[in-house]
T-cell receptor, first 114, second 112 residues
Framework: NAGVTQTPKFQVLKTGQSMTLQCAQD?????MYWYRQDPGMGLRLIYY???????DKGEVPNGYNVSRLNKREFSLRLESAAPSQTSVYFC?????????????FGEGSRLTVL | RKEVEQDPGPFNVPEGATVAFNCTYS??????FFWYRQDCRKEPKLLMS???SGNEDGRFTAQLNRASQYISLLIRDSKLSDSATYLC?????????????FGSGTRLQVQP
């Protein structure tokens, strides 16, 4: 009963390096999201995918790209990491948009950019 | 001004106490409201929705005041296991992205 699985759980990068955070869900959900969480800031939406084949920018998309590879998988890519991208990243999914308000989150990926 | 504002706390209360958190939101056209719970270094999980008429789930009561644009969460008979951060969440208006906007959370520490 995996739910939402994110990898890696921890990563340290140097400024300018690139990396991809992977996310997969096994609940047959249509919508998927990437959030970042910083102290005192709450969760902020980076990108989301309302359904397979679509992606849209959220509140803080700059410096990130996403790919909805198929219905199960939604990846987040940092092309050139910056210290300001040090954060905890959460992937989430929902059956259909935000109607019910219930998002299912992965355990998070802690990224440090030096 | 933040879209969703919460007192960060921490609220330190003894077991058995009643504690209440408030949350204010800035967009009067917001449609739906929720409380999430996040344990330390864990992912957030939906605790309950907030309905206009108020709603209760066991020891938890959520209320909405649209006129004053605030949401509240009341926890009765606090347990040690209630220690967590409580996130106020607002769903955007129908004309927008309808994204969920999360507050930065209120931390509760229940002490024996």
């Amino acid at each position: 009963n995996a739910g939402v699985t994110q990898t890696p759980k921890f990563q340290v990068l140097k400024t300018g390096q690139s990396m991809t955070l992977q996310c997969a869900q096994d609940m047959n959900h249509n919508s998927m999201y990437w959030y970042r969480q910083d102290p005192g800031m709450g969760l902020r939406l980076i990108y989301y995918s309302a359904s397979e084949g679509t992606t849209d920018k959220g509140e803080v998309p700059n410096g990130y790209n996403v790919s909805r590879l198929n219905k199960r998988e939604f990846s987040l890519r940092l092309e050139s990491a910056a210290p300001s991208q040090t954060s905890v990243y959460f992937c989430a999914s929902s059956l259909q948009g935000t109607n019910t308000g219930e998002l299912f989150f992965g355990e998070g990926s802690r990224l440090t950019v030096l | 001004r933040k879209e969703v504002e919460q007192d960060p706390g921490p609220f330190n209360v003894p077991e058995g106490a009643t504690v209440a958190f408030n949350c204010t939101y800035s967009n009067s056209a917001s449609q739906s409201f929720f409380w999430y719970r996040q344990d330390c270094r864990k992912e957030p999980k939906l605790l309950m929705s907030v309905y206009s008429s108020g709603n209760e789930d066991g020891r938890f009561t959520a209320q909405l005041n649209r006129a004053s644009q605030y949401i509240s969460l009341l926890i009765r008979d606090s347990k040690l296991s209630d220690s967590a951060t409580y996130l106020c969440v607002v769903r955007g208006p129908a004309t927008g992205r309808r994204a969920l906007t999360f507050g930065s959370g209120t931390r509760l520490q229940v002490q024996p």
